[in-house]
Each structure stands twice: as C-alpha cells, then as structure tokens.
C-alpha cells in the first residue's frame, strides 16, 4: 500500500476521541490556502518540461542480507527516478486546479543524448524557443529527481508474522523560467515521503510480496509530480472544527441547524445565550460558536475577535493554572488550550487572506 505520513499527534487525538464527547461535535470546514509562490496574472499558459539526463543505469535493491528471525533486515538504495512519468504527473495534477488558463506538457528529455547525468538550466535561448513553440507564457522544468528507498523487515511478535516495508524519500528540483530572462525566476528544491508494505509468514516471505522496484519507482516518480502543486497554485483544504452543543435548550437547537447547514438560524440562538447568560461558561462556548460561524461566513476578523473573547472567558473559568498533561479525551482537554488553539488558526488564516486575495486576483474574485 503507499500513504503520506504526517506528525500531527494533537490532531490525531482530536479524531480520535472527538466521537465520545457529549458536549461537543465535530465538523468539516474546506478553506483555500494560499501556495508558496504567487504568479502575476498575467501568466497564464504554462508548459511543463523534462530537463532532466535520460539515465537508465540505476541500482534497484536486489540484495536484502540475511535476515534471522529475530532481526530487522535493511538495505538501501539511492536512484533516479523516472522524469517522464514525473512530468506527465505534475502537469495532469496542476491542470485539475484550473488555475492556469492552459497547462502543456514537453516530456521529451531535452538531455536524452546526455553521455552522463548532469543538472543544467535552460538558457534563455532555449527558453525563449521553447515558450514560442509551445504557444506559454513560462515554463516549469523538473531539472531532476532522486529516490532515497529503505526496504526492511520486522517480525511482529503479537501477530506471528513479518513486515516487509519500502520507505522512500522523493526529492524533486524544479525550475521556473520567463522569457527574456538569464536566471530562472525561482527554484524549488522539495521533498516527501512515500511507503509500500505488505506481509509474510517468513522474511522471504515478506520481502517477495513487495512491491517490485521497477513498479515503485513508477509510483515513487507518479507521487513526485504531486509534490509541487500546493507550492504552485492556492488549493482547498479541509479541516476540522468543534462546536459546543450542549448546556441549554438554545445550543442544543443551535446544533441542529449548524448540522442542516443553517448557520443563520443558528447564530441567533448563541448569540441570545452570550447576551442573556450569566454563565461565564455558557458565554464562553456561545462566543466560540459565533466565531465558527463567521468564519464560515469568510468573516475572518470578527471570528478571530469572537474567538478572542471565548479564550478569554476560558481563562476565567478555568484559571491560570491549566494542566494540559493529564487529559486523555477531548472531554479531559481544557476549554482553554482548545480554544486557543482555534485562535492561532485563525490568526494564521487572517495572515495568509492577503496572499489569497493576491493569487485569486486573475478571476476577479473576492476572497
């Protein structure tokens, strides 16, 4: 199987034990996320090129050691992975955006008569050829591409079984080139992680039922062309938020029409319990909720204001002394430190609006 790894071990604790609350749910929220590099309008058509040496020599792992059934075996392998099939990947997944008017593709390795390896740049003659050919107004180039693989196996002493596992580090570079320049007008050099497993009831076993290394360089060179979207373009993201639903008949009738999707209906209900409420606590989730709903109203300021205010009512009903280390369930997690984790997202989201206005300025939009 392949998956990407990420060290999010709050979040995942939020999942995970979100489902148990009584007081509290959960719900998904898509928001768009500006990319790394902003791109004048005016850029519009874009053509993808391999810029990378035809090199067919690599080294697969071929050799696993001996391994006894007590040990891990390892072995390793440095290769190149496959251009052609990085660049068909990166310019099909970067034409889904449709954020570009026009996404061409130019597979053909401009270095396949290379007698050896080498990363070069496109000159300007070579760029300027190449945007008039193909019709662009600029060019991304995939200058080259490494695949770091660690393939071992481990017994598992509570299933009686062996672990095969590839683990592989991708490190794409590319270049973006504008007419009538003599220096690219960036770099990226990026990397990711990628994994296949699979099991047996011996190590050789394990290891032959792994997926071939031919096929996971193919995957591994398919996974690259991936890497570098969210650094080209703004994409959607989802994430998740909580609200409190419980403590009054208004709140609970709230949630109801927060899970129709009725958020107007819903605001006027925790704002009466804010106003009317004596209850620093019950003020406290009414404010955290407001702040929900105009965030998902793209009011970003008020429910970072409206945010504010729940954490601050947190720490007064909490106090200052908040042990954050003996909580095990969301229920155990202090108002506190969950609310002020809403606050620093959307202060992150308040700082990235203006790089989203930017971007999104071709379609003449609001953001």
């Known amino acids: ?188 050099q990026l990397q990711d992680s990628v994994y296949w497993d699979n099991y047996g009831s011996s190590p050789d076993q394990a290891y032959a039922r792994l997926i071939p290394d031919k096929e996971m360089l193919q995957q591994a060179s398919d996974f690259a062309g991936t890497i570098p979207v969210n650094y080209l373009v703004p994409m959607w993201q989802k994430t998740s938020r909580i609200l409190y639903n419980g403590g009054s008949v208004p709140m609970r009738d709230a949630a109801v029409y927060a899970r129709e999707d009725n958020w107007d209906k819903a605001y006027p209900l925790w704002k009466e319990v804010y106003d009317e409420s004596k209850s620093a606590k019950k003020k406290m989730r009414a404010a955290y909720n407001i702040a929900v709903y105009y965030e998902m109203k793209d009011s970003l300021t008020t429910a970072e204001e409206w945010a504010a205010k729940a954490q601050q009512l947190a720490l007064k009903v909490e106090g200052k002394h908040i042990d954050k280390a003996t909580a095990t369930r969301i229920d155990d997690v202090p108002n506190y430190l969950l609310i002020s984790q809403y606050v620093a997202d959307l202060k992150e989201r308040n700082a990235q609006l203006p790089k989203v206005k930017l971007q999104m300025s071709r379609f003449n939009n609001d953001f």
């Open 1 to 188: 199987m392949m998956a990407r790894a990420y060290s999010l071990a709050f979040a995942l604790l939020f999942l995970l034990t979100l489902g148990g609350c009584q007081s509290l749910e959960q719900i998904s929220i898509d928001y768009l996320k500006p990319a790394e590099l902003s791109f004048p309008p005016r850029l519009r058509k874009v053509a993808i090129v391999n810029n990378m040496s035809d090199e067919p020599d690599n080294k697969l792992i071929v050799d696993k050691g001996q391994v006894k059934e007590d040990e891990m075996g390892v072995a390793m392998a440095y290769a190149n992975g496959d251009p052609k099939i990085a660049t068909e990947s990166l310019a099909d997944h970067l034409a889904q955006q449709n954020y570009f008017d026009e996404v061409m593709i130019c597979d053909s390795a401009l270095r396949a008569n290379d007698r050896f390896p080498r990363e070069t740049t496109l000159s300007p003659d070579e760029v300027n050829h190449l945007t008039k050919e193909l019709g662009v107004d600029f060019l991304i180039s995939i200058e080259n591409l490494q695949v770091k693989a660690r393939k071992s196996v481990e017994y598992l002493m509570g299933y009686d079984m062996y672990r095969g596992v590839i683990d592989a580090k991708v490190y794409p570079t590319l270049r973006i080139y504008l007419p009538n320049r003599t220096r690219p007008m960036n770099t990226l």
